[in-house]
């Protein structure tokens, strides 16, 4: 069986030691700031500076009860595989909550009054300090993997398409924090993504997870035996183990189970209405602000850009073309022109290429930081478009799409997007259609108003460092 590994508690043990330290000196920073730096010239201090030792003391009170708050989310584990921005957002909602905390424990506190102005640079600095302490964290278990220190030992059983794409992530992807020790299979099958051991059958499960100390085994097969399966299951039994199942095991592919009551009665719900009235009403408001704001912020960007392209390949400045959006309906997508006049007159509707002839000079910048892209912001107003969303198709590949893509039309239950989960993730240029629609309903199932921030803030760090863009 797999050893007691000393990372399940370095790691968790320096978290809460960074979380504590961060917390603690985000109302000492707090103090600082309101009562010795030039603010007491925009806002005076009229009653006079409290001791130092009032605060350091409810620094110290605050920060084992956020802790608490932060274990409830369960974060205090090894964080294989945490992305930075879902962090991000999951302290400010902690802290948020824990603001109230300190609210109600400031409020029932009579012998000593805190400064309301206080309150808020607490909450600031918090997030702040305790995203800094996280990245700090999680950069040093990353140098641990990336090493080869106290990786997580992985066993697939089977050898499909799915445990291939497994294979290959794991293998390019040391840092994860998982080594692929090897795959159980029939004796005629063979991994062919990655030069990876079979190392036994499926008889043999059992025993390869002893020898080689595996302790997360990953079921990636199509409709399995219910035999096999339950074989499988009971050679596992009383092994501390983690086990993993392909999600079309049950026979269809959802990306999200919900188990719910209905009529009295468990249910498996596999598909739900993506948004509620009110998370439209936000989604809806949000798209607004945001593209009136970037609309008439680079006003000056449109006429530079509009001015390069005239002079290299005269008009036209916009590029319009039929796209396909919410519930299949058309609409008309703008952009700046990246290609030369009539590009697809001789090949007809094509995807772009790496090194694509059609493109301009000036096109293959704006394409390289996306501000090909701005004038979407028009449609966005229009309502045609949103901020976040799967990327719109023309109605060409549509067509095609939908007949051969499982569950491709599912992406047309929401608005399409300026950017997407799909995008951030990696899934641009000549990345296959299936590839990127399975991410594509990832988003769809698993929307939130948090998921659409993450997105935009992993947005801007690949348009800024990105190399798959053309």
């Known amino acids: 069986m797999a050893d007691f590994r000393r990372n399940d508690l370095l790691i968790p043990f320096l978290t809460v030691l960074c979380d504590a330290v961060a917390t603690v000196g985000a109302f000492l920073a707090a103090y600082g700031i309101r009562f010795y730096s030039p603010l007491i010239g925009i806002v005076p201090v009229t009653k006079g500076v409290p001791p130092l030792e009032m605060y350091l003391a409810g620094g110290l009170i605050t920060a084992p009860i956020w802790i608490l708050m932060f274990q409830s989310k369960r974060v ?48 600031v600095f918090s997030i702040a300090f305790i995203t800094v302490g996280r990245a700090v964290v999680l950069a040093l278990e990353h140098r641990l993997y990336e090493r080869g220190r106290e990786l997580r ?59 080689f100390r595996i302790e997360t085994v990953i079921l990636c097969m199509n409709d399995p035996p219910k035999e096999l399966l339950n074989g499988i299951m009971d050679a596992l039994a009383g092994r501390n183990v983690q086990f993993l199942l392909q999600a079309d095991v049950i026979g269809i592919t959802p990306t999200r189970l919900r188990l719910q009551e209905f009529f009295g009665l468990p249910f498996l719900g596999v598909k739900d209405i993506p948004m509620t009235t009110w998370g439209r009403i936000v989604k809806r408001s949000f798209d607004i602000a945001v593209a009136g704001i970037v609309l008439i912020v680079f006003a000056p960007l449109w006429g530079l850009v509009a001015l390069l392209i005239l002079l290299e390949s005269g008009k036209p400045v916009l590029y319009r073309q039929t796209r396909v959006g919410l519930y299949g309906e058309e609409f008309t997508l703008l952009k700046f022109r990246t290609m030369h006049v009539d590009a697809e007159r001789e090949s007809g509707p094509t995807w772009t290429r790496k090194n694509d002839p059609r493109i301009t000079r000036v096109g293959r910048w704006l394409r390289r930081f996306s501000i090909d892209e701005i004038p979407q912001f028009v449609n966005i107003l229009r309502g045609e478009m949103s901020i976040v969303g799967p990327r719109p198709e023309r109605p060409e590949f549509v067509r095609q799409f939908r007949m051969y893509v499982p569950k491709y039309l599912e992406r047309h239950r929401v608005k399409t997007g300026l950017t997407g989960w799909a995008q951030v993730n990696g899934l641009r240029g000549e990345v296959p259609i299936v590839e990127r629609t399975k991410y594509d309903i990832y988003y769809i199932e698993n929307w939130s108003f948090n998921l659409d921030l993450r997105i935009i803030l992993k947005t801007a760090r690949t348009v800024l460092f990105g190399k798959d863009a053309y």
Not at 165 to 189: C, F, H, M, T
Not at 198 to 203: D, K, T
């Open 76 to 123: 205090y584990r090894p964080r294989r595989g945490v992305d930075a921005s879902a962090e991000f957002f999951l302290v400010a909602r902690v802290v948020s909550y824990g603001m109230l905390v300190v609210f109600t424990l400031a409020f029932f506190y009579r012998e000593f009054s805190y400064s309301r102005l206080v309150f808020l640079f607490i909450w």
């Open 153 to 211: 030992n992985v066993m697939l059983i089977g050898v499909n398409a799915v445990a291939q794409n497994i294979a290959l992530w794991l293998k390019q992807r040391r840092g994860a924090g998982y080594r692929l020790v090897g795959y159980a299979s029939n004796p005629d099958e063979r991994l062919e993504t990655v030069e990876v051991p079979r190392i036994c059958g499926y008889e043999g499960i059992a025993d390869a997870v002893d020898r």
